[in-house]
Structures are given as C-alpha cells and as structure tokens.
C-alpha cells in the first residue's frame, strides 16, 4: 500500500481511515466511506483497484468530476477511460472495447449508462475488480442530492458476483449510511466515518446587512487563497466585479460557462494567478487544492450537507482556515422561497408533464426510449411558467421514473475522415487551399481514418495561421463534400425518455413519497436555519447533526459562538 502511495502520489503516509478502508477492501468487504472534503476519498479505492488485476468501475454523478478524476490519474501515469451521456455510440462502443481488451485500470462512467443494453452486454465480459460509488449519499433518498439512476448500481452486482464494493461520501447522516448500505446491497454492513470535526476550521457566522461591505473587510483581513459561493450564475460575476473593482483579484466560475472557459479560469485559480473564485456549487468537486485559506457563503446554502462539504474545502493542507457565513432576514425569506420552488403542487409537476411532450412534438403513445435536447429556457419561454418550479416539476418526475435529464455538458467537435487515404490525396491535389488544411489536421490529430476524434477550432487555427471562421468553414466544406465527418460542438442537456406519453388519467405521481421528501427538505432548511441562530459551538452543531448524538462533541472553542466575536 504505501509503496503505491509513494510511487503515485508522493506521500510516506495514510491519513486517518484510509489505511483500515483500503485494507477491508483488499480483504473482499463491502465498505462505506465517509470522510470530509479534502479527506482523501479517491485514493482509499485507488489503491486498492491498483494492487488487484482488472478494472474498477466508478460510478460517479457529474462529467465535470469524471473528466477531472481520469485526467489526475492520467498525469499520474495511470490507465483511466470515461464513459458519459455526451458521447456518441460509437464513441461509447470503442471505449468499452479498450476496457476489455486494453488493461484499464478505472472505467469512470455516469448512473444513466448503467441501464444501456450496450454496457450490460459489455460489462459481462470485463475483469472487473471493484464496484465504485462516488458521492454515495445521491443513492439515498433521503440524501440532500437523490439520483434515481444511482438505484440500477446494486444491479451490477447480479452482473458481477463476488465483486465488492467500495462507496464514499463526505456527508451522511445515520438514517442515509444506513439507506446507503442497504441500497447497496452490502453483505455486511461496515462503515466507517473519520468524525465531522476539522479541527483546523474555525466557523464564523456573521448577520450582517451590507453583504458586500462584510466580503470585502473579510478578503483584506484573510490572506490567501479564497472560494466564495453565491447561489446562481449571475451572482458569480457581479460578486466577481466588485472585488475586482477593489482592488482584489477575483474571477467567477459557473456552469453557464464551455468547459474551455472553466478549465482556464480553475487554473488561473490552482496556480496562484487568481487570489478569489466566486462561484455557484458546481465549482469544487475533485478540485485539488489544499492551500485555501478561507470559504465564504455570500448566501445561505440549502443543507447543512452542503455547507459542510463547501465550507470544508478550505484548509485542506491542515493549516489554520475559515469558514464564513454572510446572512440577514432577505437570506431567510429567499430560502423560503427556494422550498416553496423546490416542490411545487403535484397538479403543476402533472402539467408540466403534459407540456414537456408537447414541446418535443410527441403525442401520446410516443417518445419510449427516446433521448432530445432540451433547453430549460426555451421551454419556460414558451410555455410562460416559473423556471425553478418548471426545473424541480422536472427533477421531480425524473425521481418518479419517467425520464432522465443529464446535467449540461459542452461536447466537443468531432471530425473523422469518411474516406480512404488515397481518395482524400486525389480530393487535395485539386485544392491547394483545402491540401494544406488536410495536412495540418492530420499532423495536430491522429487517428482521424478510424474514430471521431475531439478537435478544438481554436487550436487548429493558431496551429495553421488561420482564423476559428476559416477552419470551421473548411470543416463545413469537407462535411458537405463527404469526405469529413464534422460534429459541431453543442452545449446542452439531454433529457432520455423511458416510457411513451401518458394520457393525465394514466399519470402516476406518488404523493405520499413526495410529502415525505417535502418533509425532509423541510427539515433540512430548518437545520440550515438553525445553524445561523444558534448559541452552540458550530463544530458541536455539525457533529449533532451528521451524528445524531447531542453534546457528545467538545467545543472547538475556535468559532464565533465560542469565542463570542
């Protein structure tokens, strides 16, 4: 084990749990994880999955995640593969083909593909060594992020006997661990939990009415490295533009942005060259960055699980850190809000129902099995409906097993060569133009005869002295020759369809279920609430709650409460 450690990851030593995790793993047991943000949750299935012969398959929920994971391992020297609803068959096809016969070591895939004919067919046949469920409490439903295509990962195990599982999370609450480990199938039930407890996190609430003037006195007073979460996309660049006005260096993140906007700005972050992220919760999932010195909520989260698991991303190197929390009574009524948003009247989620099918052009009868495009925006235009109620009727019904809606995703452009290598010369020798474009694809991709193969425009163009309009009208050109396969880049989610359109009499929507989901999301916005009023130790409050035992925990004596600033 820490042979591998040091080869890989350059450390002489474990932190705490990740020996005993990777050890009753080796030894065949079903193990649930749950360590804190920056806790080290991927090497305690790394390890082990290196160490054995065959391929891990990690079911982790957001592409964002997966491409981040493969690549870290893939810089590490490690074989590593994705699998994800932006990719086409073809793609998706080859892919489970290098699995079987390439030596993988990880296959990284999302819920929704665990139900494919094609990965059923195909997975039979691996070597596989492990079963990997990232973020395991969306298996739950009483987890603060249900996935219903989690559900299909116990199937695995009919498919796969004998083969153990290893799930991790970084927050849970006793009643999830245990819905985990049963949705799970475990053979025996073993979990372990390192403790809510940072002890190098100092936690600081602060009421306040002047929002900006409090983010900017705490970005001067804490030096280093910062994330500030803001709850929607045009929140990260108005925060971002007043810092930046200050004086503070500062960027915004959200996922409104391509992915290659994303992964400059992350970098900027990872390398120092921006102090400040300001960002919606899609920034920081398997980001590695241990030296942040300080968290800030410019609004209230929605569950103490997520403010747990942001506030935690700061000092992840074990130095000194704070987590800040900016609130006054506006912050209440919009979470107020954002409940009633969250779950709508089940006659609205029946209409929208309705209107989805209608949208797409299906009567009723139809629509079985298949997958659109869909553009929230363009729905709710049309139809004249709040968005956020519109978007939960739809999460809503995915719960209930009508459909699936992928999270966005920004897929590349794809080109492949349509013809052989001696009809594309004669097609060159009769344009020059067209001849030195030909050459300079082919020197910057390989592989082009035999797979669609991810292109960036902008890169051909400063590769070949040319402009991003002139290589895409050259793509454009050979696509309609057909001689080039071309796929424009697209930005969108996909919503797959499982069953054909119900007429409103034959519409199931179980309310029992839903008032019990409402009555938990209620009761975690109570928390949440809680958590700002309170007179205990935040550290004591956190512990409580993830633990279910009252005053168990000793006082930090580091928050506000504590120290009473």
């Not at 116990?154 to 083969?163: A, F, K, N």
């Not at 002890?199 to 500030?228: A, F, Q």
């Amino acid at each position: 084990m820490k042979e591998i450690l040091k080869k890989f990851w350059g450390y002489d030593s474990f932190r705490p749990l990740q020996e005993d995790i990777i050890s009753s793993s080796l030894d065949g047991k079903d193990v649930l994880a749950i360590l804190p943000t920056g806790g080290g949750k991927s090497i305690c299935f790394q390890i082990p999955a290196l160490m054995r012969e065959g391929t891990a398959i990690v079911v982790s929920p957001l592409i964002s995640l997966i491409n981040d994971q493969v690549n870290n391992l893939k810089k590490r020297g490690i074989k590593a593969i994705a699998i994800h609803s932006g990719m086409t068959s073809r793609e998706i096809d080859i892919a489970l083909d290098n699995v079987c016969y390439g030596d993988y070591k990880f296959l990284y895939l999302s819920p929704e593909r665990l139900k494919t004919d094609l990965f059923i067919s195909r997975v039979q046949k691996m070597n596989v060594s492990y079963i990997v469920v990232d973020e395991a409490h969306c298996i739950s439903q009483w987890g603060y992020d249900f996935r219903p295509d989690y559900l299909r990962i116990s199937d695995l195990r009919t498919y796969l006997p004998g083969v153990s599982v290893i799930a991790l999370t970084a927050t849970a609450t006793v009643p999830v661990a245990q819905d985990i480990m049963q949705k799970l199938d475990f053979r025996e039930p073993l979990c372990f939990c390192s403790g809510f407890l940072r002890p190098n996190l100092s936690y600081i609430v602060r009421r306040c009415e002047d929002k900006y003037g409090k983010l900017l006195k705490v970005c001067s007073k804490y030096p280093g490295t910062g994330i500030v979460y803001v709850r929607d996309r045009k929140g990260t660049r108005l925060v971002s533009d007043f810092l930046n006005t200050n004086k503070i260096s500062a960027d915004f993140y959200n996922a409104g942005l391509s992915a290659q906007e994303r992964s400059v700005k992350q970098r900027k972050w990872l390398d120092g060259q921006t102090r400040i992220i300001v960002a919606t919760n899609a920034f920081g999932m398997g980001i590695d960055k241990s030296d942040v010195r300080f968290v800030c909520h410019f609004d209230i989260p929605e569950s103490v699980e997520s403010y747990y698991q942001e506030a935690g991303r700061a000092g992840r190197d074990g130095k000194e850190s704070k987590a800040i929390l900016l609130w006054n009574a506006t912050d209440i009524k919009k979470l107020e809000s954002v409940f009633r948003s969250e779950f709508p009247s089940l006659e609205f989620i029946a209409d929208i129902y309705q209107k989805i099918f209608q949208f797409l052009g299906l009567a009723y009868g139809q629509g079985g099995g298949m997958t659109f495009k869909f553009n929230l925006m363009d729905f709710v235009v049309r139809y004249r409906v709040n968005a956020s109620m519109a978007h939960s009727a739809i999460r809503h019904l995915e719960k209930f097993g009508y459909w699936s809606l992928s999270d966005e995703f920004d897929n590349p452009t794809r080109i492949m060569f349509q013809v052989y290598r001696d009809e594309l010369y004669n097609i060159q020798l009769k344009n020059e133009q067209i001849d030195r474009f030909v050459k300079g694809i082919m020197r910057l991709y390989p592989g082009l005869f035999s797979m669609l193969v991810p292109v960036d425009e902008e890169y051909i163009a400063r590769m070949t002295m040319s402009t991003t309009e002139s290589v895409k009208a050259n793509l454009l050109y050979l696509s309609r020759m057909r001689v080039l396969k071309y796929i424009p880049r697209v930005r969108s989610p996909l919503l797959t369809i499982f069953n054909e359109r119900l007429t409103p009499d034959n519409l199931y929507l179980p309310s029992k279920e839903y008032e019990a989901r409402k009555l938990v999301y209620r009761g975690r916005i109570d928390a949440m609430i809680g958590y700002l009023k309170t007179d205990k130790c935040r550290s004591q409050y956190l512990s409580s709650y993830f633990s279910g035992i009252s005053d168990d925990t000793p006082v930090c004596g580091k928050c506000d409460i504590c120290r009473g600033i």
